[in-house]
């Protein structure tokens, strides 16, 4: 098997599993209880929050745990959207996230007017564009700093000074390129981060807020996580988050150096043997683990299933429904046309991967996109 879909999900550390048993046995209390067992967990948790604050470079009274970035997106839109409705003015990128985008939608039935940011053929948002939209009624801009299909980073700092100096909230997902890029969160107000991408278990999620920021919360209850996210915390998938941000860190540069060996390797090979294909955005700064390939003379779910049977695990930036594949939004954004979009795949390299990967990978493409051309 040659799993090269991690910025779908990645693998857990082993390290990380062997130590969830313990966290179950040890730690099972309720961390809202205030006897002995329950302010034992209670202090895991709020461990584990002050550590990873410490790793940001914030207080870990800004930091809340959540479900998954999905959750920290929703609560981040639907939180300010609630709490100062006297603004009504929102601008996203188009290449953000469908769990940004859907709740972009869901508030323009609420009389918000949502805008959509320009950006260029390479997925680089247009900062004179965000300069002029900006408004007296803007609430929020939403700009996502390494982009989930194609890896394209934003420059956070400068679209989070031009936010601060016109009086608006900033916020920005960082799913993707948490431990894998630097963040420098001086101007930023919300970021949210997902575990699973890191290499820790599904189910865990952290938002950062700025300190002083009163949002509403989503999910109403027990009060938890100072009143933003009710719910019992997850202790045991709190404390595996860190866990994996200890071995990211451990690990810092020969991580980021793998992968980034194992994308120029990916990139490098597959042009030298089918020439025609397109590497997304190529020349600009991206992420260090996501490439995106289009492939001119197939579709990507005919190429996508060809690969899976041989082995060979990615994915397309199409969406399937009712067995119709739509395009990429985030390619049409930059400029692609439908055809272009449909016949796209993404490849992401995860510190499990091998160079040895790669070179399967790309002999598998080669077969399977020499035979499909037969047929388009």
């Not at 209390?29 to 202090?43: F, L, V």
């Not at 800004?62 to 939180?79: C, D, K, Q, R």
Request: charged share 25%; hydrophobic share 40%; aromatic share 10%.
């Amino acid at each position: 098997m040659v799993y090269l879909d991690n910025a779908a999900t990645t693998p857990v550390f082993r390290e990380v599993l062997d130590r969830l048993p313990f966290y179950y046995q040890e730690y099972f209390s309720n961390p809202s209880s205030i006897h002995r067992e329950g302010q034992k967990a209670r202090h895991l948790v709020e461990k584990s929050r002050f550590n990873i604050a410490t790793v940001l470079g914030c207080s870990e009274e800004e930091l809340f745990f959540a479900s998954s970035g999905t959750e920290s997106n929703n609560t981040v839109l639907f939180g300010l959207a609630d709490t100062f409705a006297s603004k009504k003015h929102i601008l996203l990128s188009p290449i953000e996230h469908k769990s940004v985008l859907i709740p972009g939608k869901k508030l323009v039935s609420k009389g918000f007017v949502v805008e959509f940011l320009k950006v260029d053929e390479e997925g680089v948002v247009d900062l004179d564009h965000l300069k002029r939209s900006i408004t007296d009624k803007t609430l929020l801009v939403a700009v996502l700093h390494g982009n989930n299909e194609t890896g394209v980073l934003q420059d956070i700092e400068v679209i989070g000074r031009i936010c601060r100096e016109r009086g608006v909230f900033f916020f920005t997902d960082a799913v993707q390129s948490f431990m894998k890029e630097d963040i420098n969160l001086d101007f930023v107000d919300f970021l949210s981060i997902s575990g699973h991408k890191i290499n820790a278990p599904k189910g865990i999620g952290v938002l950062y807020k700025r300190k002083g920021i009163q949002i509403s919360p989503l999910i109403y209850g027990g009060g938890q996580e100072k009143g933003l996210r009710s719910g019992t915390e997850n202790v045991q998938l709190i404390a595996s988050l860190w866990d994996a941000i200890k071995v990211w860190l451990d690990n810092k540069h020969s991580f980021r150096e793998k992968l980034l060996s194992l994308k120029n390797r990916f990139e490098d090979t597959l042009i030298h043997e089918i020439p025609e294909v397109r590497i997304v955005s190529k020349g600009t700064k991206r992420l260090p683990n996501i490439s995106t390939v289009i492939f001119p003379k197939v579709d990507a779910q005919s190429l996508l299933i060809a690969l899976s049977s041989e082995g060979v695990y990615v994915s397309s930036g199409s969406a399937c429904s009712s067995g119709t594949p739509t395009p990429s939004h985030v390619l049409l954004a930059m400029g692609y046309s439908e055809r272009e979009a449909l016949s796209s795949l993404r490849f992401s390299f995860g510190v499990m991967n091998s160079l040895e990967d790669v070179d399967t990978a790309v002999d598998k493409l080669k077969s399977v996109y020499k035979n499909l051309s037969l047929f388009f």
